[in-house]
């Protein structure tokens, strides 16, 4: 059923917290992650409140701009090995203590809402894309968290636009440092050979991967260029959000 999380994409010990919540949510209703209002995981004040991602951008990265170019002063510097990447929404309150609760918190029912946010800013941003892929978390840090935040937005966002997904076509072969705090050149580095891609499914595809959040773009880059290695015909990326560099 559309909307519904496949059960495999959660670990079990997960499943069992989410029997334990959805008790507690029996009794008491379900608060906005944002707000805290009752009724909804993401009420419509705060999805009101998004400051959903617009031109002016650069038409390569997606990066937001004083005007729209071709190609940036930052992709001629540091190039990336994708078609284009496009954002739902700016990293912005009230985006991203929701998205740390997805994280980090265990609240992965959020992804539902949140991928409505990107099916809905879809149609200002279609891209040409075959097959939908998540960008993967290493193997150990996905058993930490019991599930991998950008596989649950594109197990919502495949039915809403229609579009195949490869849970698996990428692996996380490199258990990498987060990338918080670290500059573009030290993101870049910090990420090279970070995947593999496993699945033949994608050889002559055009890929589009899912994240949640684009800084820079070096994780997508090491992703896309593990995709285009393995035969794909174009990689591009779709976010739910995109920080704002200065």
Not at 154 to 172: D, F, N, W
Not at 183 to 204: C, H, I, K, L, Y
Not at 208 to 220: F, I, K, R, S, W
């Amino acid at each position: 059923m559309r909307g519904e999380i496949d059960k495999s994409l959660v670990s079990w010990r997960f499943r069992v917290r989410q029997l334990a919540v959805s008790f507690v949510d029996f009794v008491f209703p379900p608060v906005c992650a944002s707000c805290g209002r009752a009724g909804t995981l993401l009420c419509e004040t705060c999805v009101s409140a998004v400051s959903w991602m617009e031109e002016p951008i650069c038409l390569r990265c997606g990066r937001t701009t004083s005007k729209t170019v071709a190609v940036c002063s930052v992709c001629r510097q540091y190039p990336l090995p994708l078609e284009k990447i496009r954002a739902a929404v700016l990293f912005v309150d009230p985006i991203p203590p929701v998205i740390h609760k997805l994280k980090y918190k265990g609240q992965f029912g959020l992804a539902r809402p949140l991928a409505d946010l990107m099916a809905q800013a879809w149609r200002r941003w279609q891209l040409t894309a075959d097959l939908l892929v998540p960008v993967p978390l290493h193997p150990e840090r996905e058993r930490t968290r019991g599930y991998n935040q950008s596989a649950l937005l594109v197990s919502h966002l495949a039915g809403a636009l229609g579009i195949p997904a490869e849970m698996k076509a990428l692996c996380r072969a490199k258990n990498t440092r987060p990338q918080v705090g670290l500059n573009a050149v030290e993101r870049q580095e910090n990420m090279r050979g970070a995947f593999t891609a496993v699945s033949p499914d994608v050889q002559g595809k055009n890929i589009l991967l899912v994240d949640d959040v684009c800084t820079t773009g070096a994780t997508l880059a090491s992703a896309a260029e593990a995709l285009l290695e393995a035969g794909a015909n174009s990689v591009s990326a779709y976010c739910l959000a995109r920080a704002i560099q200065t």
